[in-house]
């Protein structure tokens, strides 16, 4: 839970900007991870995760990182752990997803996610849900049971992605660590093992990198700086407008990923599938509008003050 001031003027049509390039990147992300085949997906998230950690350090090299996260406590340094595993475990999920044909699937599970993320404020902190919270829960998980009756199977893809981001939310929240600085410690704890990884496939002669062409590495290479710049934008978006503007944005990444799974890759589309999906719209509709009027109240309440938790 976080207060941010009304942001005025240049500052918060910045901040909108900073905002819609933030979620229009990792939107389009669908169309990136493809273009590494034929690296599989574990080869691509060891790329990703030593690529970033690379490019994390020159950032704070530059910012003064490096002292803020010295000055980390111990709760902090094991709370990063566990956010260490669970992005990874995120990272791996979607981009087995968006590689093998998922797409629709991983939209689904950010669909998904801020709904997962009010289950988890019930489960763990011990909130309590609005009727409208309540009502788009509801429509959630009918529609869960809807695309599993549908597929013959639980969407598992969409769930973990979901749980996973959630999880990895409320854990960072703990934490309460800037997000580069956040970001970095997780990725050096991953470090060693990606890098390992990576060692053991170009000695067994089955990695990609510097063995299939130029265009391949640099597009691995390049993972760090993907990884990094949407989250650049997303923190200098949330310096600049308010929580309640950034819960709305970040449905344009779902949107797109959807888009792209249906219009780009024309993944199939069934009925039933569609039916799934509108009840989950439905009920991010009713999740959002119950946002944005407990978030009126509340601002009205403190003398128009922009609060929103998330």
């Known amino acids: 839970m976080g207060r941010v001031p009304p942001a005025a003027g240049g500052q918060g049509t910045r901040g909108v900007l900073y905002g819609l390039a933030a979620y229009l990147m990792w939107g389009l992300f669908p169309l990136y991870w493809p273009l590494l085949a034929p690296a599989p997906a574990t080869e691509i998230l060891a790329h990703r995760i030593v690529w970033s950690l690379a490019f994390l350090l020159i950032l704070l090299a530059t910012r003064g990182g490096f002292r803020r996260v010295a000055a980390l406590e111990a709760r902090q340094r094991r ?106 410690v997780e990725t050096s704890l991953l470090f060693f093992p990606a890098l390992a990884y990576l060692a053991w496939r170009g000695h067994a002669g089955i990695g990609t990198f510097l063995h299939v062409s130029t265009r391949e590495d640099l597009l691995l290479a390049t993972c760090g700086v993907i990884t990094a710049l949407p989250l650049l934008c997303f923190g200098a978006a949330a310096n600049r407008v308010t929580l309640s503007t950034l819960g709305l944005l970040q449905y344009l990444s779902p949107i797109l990923q959807f888009a792209c799974g249906v219009l780009v890759f024309h993944e199939p589309m069934a009925p039933a599938r569609w039916a799934g999906f509108a009840l989950v719209w439905a009920g991010l509709a009713v999740f959002t509008g119950d946002a944005l009027g407990r978030a009126r109240a509340l601002g009205s309440k403190r003398g128009g003050a922009a609060f929103d938790s998330r």
């Open 79 to 184: 709370l990063l752990g566990a956010a260490s595993a669970l992005i990874g475990f995120n990272w791996y999920c979607y981009i087995w997803g968006v590689t093998t044909g998922h797409v629709v699937e991983t939209a689904l599970g950010y669909f998904i996610n801020p709904l997962v993320s009010v289950a988890l404020g019930v489960v763990v902190l011990g909130e309590r849900l609005s009727r409208g919270q309540k009502g788009a829960l509801a429509l959630a998980s009918v529609a869960v049971v809807v695309l599993t009756l549908a597929h013959g199977r639980v969407p598992w893809l969409s769930l973990a992605l979901a749980v996973s981001f959630a999880l990895y939310a409320l854990v960072k929240k703990r934490a309460g660590v800037g997000a580069i600085e956040a970001l970095a």
